[in-house]
């Protein structure tokens, strides 16, 4: 038995510049960080030849091009595997639509997984480029590059997207206490909301393609991404809250699936009871609405959104790892 643990990921600024419509041509990047929350993956050999997959729903199928589980039955398809395995998957949290890169996180896991029952090592950067391949590739997910890294790597990192498709991820060099100030400094709240990222996603590659003003708004959110890059490895977060004010404000304007009104008022609550900055994480619409706040407001924070649910995260310094075999 294998079981592996793989982390979510929270992205601060530069989200979108991920997809291949816009980095393609101009490049692009993001600041994004691991979290404590993970995806498990667990991989057992089965008495018979069959496959069993347990998720939100089980299967259990004679073949693999029978399993209905798109990524579950191309990752199988890729590393040859034909049956006589049981796969199981739990999550920390709601494992659809929240913007913490939990499909991806659940790839990188199931290959992780999977490449350790064949009893073979495979590096962080293959496991975000073979995640990437499935998602992208052969599923056709309209999503962009950085959360299979964020969830292969873990830490906080630079990541930038090429023009010839290669993937830079970069460490962001700052002292312990730095990063200890962010995550304490940032609430996080579930809005209740969950939604298709996929199809805020293929929106926003869609008004890139035809809109230059949607580039020039993206490649200002690459800049921020620079921007704050440079500020954490100062060890000087006095404009962390801002850049991701602005970059919120940047955000919305790629595209009217991104916020609505009652994301809209619980963001001007939260900057109205203190709060510098925040987003909605991942692709927008709902999940996770992050702020950015001195210690000292969160308690009038969390009244003015007492309809919201806080959630505690905390930083995860490492990626992708085996932590039990059998």
């Known amino acids: 038995m294998i079981i592996t643990r793989t982390p979510l990921r929270m992205s601060f600024v530069g989200g979108g510049s991920d997809l291949p419509v816009f980095y393609r041509e101009f490049g692009g990047a993001v600041v994004s960080t691991a979290i404590d929350k993970y995806v498990y993956v667990t991989v057992n050999k089965k008495f018979d030849n069959h496959i069993r997959v347990s998720y939100s729903k089980t299967e259990e199928v004679e073949s693999v091009d029978k399993i209905e589980h798109n990524i579950v039955r191309e990752v199988l398809k890729l590393l040859n595997m034909t049956g006589g395995i049981e796969i199981t998957s739990v999550a920390d949290i709601p494992s659809k639509g929240t913007g913490l890169g939990s499909s991806s996180s659940f790839t990188v896991a199931l290959l992780h997984a999977l490449e350790a029952y064949m009893q073979r090592t495979i590096s962080a950067k293959n496991l975000g480029e073979l995640s990437c391949q499935i998602e992208i590739d052969i599923c056709k997910e309209p999503i962009g590059k950085q959360d299979q890294y964020a ?18 991820v970069d460490k962001i060099i700052c ?14 709240f579930y809005t209740g909301i969950s939604r298709s990222a996929s199809h805020i996603l293929k929106e926003q590659s869609e008004e890139i393609k035809s809109e230059e003003s949607k580039k020039h708004v993206m490649k200002q959110m690459v800049q921020l991404a620079f921007d704050l890059k440079k500020e954490i490895e100062n060890n000087n977060l006095t404009s962390f809250g801002e850049i991701l004010h602005v970059n919120w404000l940047l955000k919305k304007q790629m595209s009217g699936s991104i916020s609505n009104l009652f994301i809209d008022e619980c963001y001007d609550l939260a900057l109205k009871s203190g709060a510098i900055g925040g987003k909605i994480l991942g692709a927008g619409a709902g999940g996770f609405l992050m702020l950015y706040a001195p210690k000292e407001n969160h308690p009038m924070i969390v009244e003015a959104l007492s309809h919201l649910t806080p959630v505690s995260f905390d930083y995860e310094p490492q990626g992708s790892k085996v932590i039990f075999i059998h």
Do not use: M, P, R
């Open 151 to 168: 969830a292969a790597y873990g830490g906080l990192n630079f990541i930038q997207f090429n023009q010839d498709d290669s993937v830079f």
């Open 175 to 188: 002292k312990k206490a730095t990063i200890q100030e962010i995550f304490e400094n940032t609430l996080v």
